[in-house]
């Protein structure tokens, strides 16, 4: 997963009231289709504290075989996919705008004392991630 320059405009309506929340970037799928709009639902919506799967659909909804999970960037930031759970929604030119949070923020934020980004699972993706409080 590549963040290309993280946080470069403001959250998703959906974090944009979360602590934590920094902003959206764009994002290319592994199997980027250049030129093409494409439609995506999310599994879990704006919920960093919950692994999330972005799986790839036609217009109605219908699963086609696409799917990415959320992540950890290097920085400790979380990728979390919006916008909300099971929205089946347009990705113009097959690119998406993740939200990135501070998990450390949410967590706190959230009435926790610390947190930080985990891997986890998120069937059907191999691999997703989410904010792990203490």
């Known amino acids: 997963m590549s963040a290309g320059d993280c946080h470069d405009s403001s959250p998703s309506s959906g974090a944009k009231d979360?602590?934590?929340a920094k902003g959206v970037f764009a994002f290319k799928p592994s199997d980027w289709i250049e030129g093409k709009t494409t439609w995506w639902k999310d599994s879990d919506g704006v919920a960093p504290g919950v692994a999330g799967c972005h799986i790839g659909t036609d217009k109605n909804g219908v699963?086609?075989?696409r799917m990415f999970g959320e992540a950890c960037l290097p920085d400790g930031l979380l990728v979390e996919s919006n916008p909300g759970k099971d929205v089946v929604h347009a990705h113009a030119n097959d690119t998406g705008h993740p939200d990135t949070f501070d998990c450390n923020a949410?967590?706190?934020g959230t009435g926790n004392s610390s947190g930080m980004c985990t891997i986890a699972s998120a069937a059907p993706c191999e691999q997703s991630a989410?904010?792990?409080c203490k």
């Open 18 to 20: 979360m602590p934590g």
């Open 63 to 65: 699963a086609n075989g």
């Open 130 to 132: 989410k904010c792990v």
């Open 106 to 108: 949410w967590c706190v």
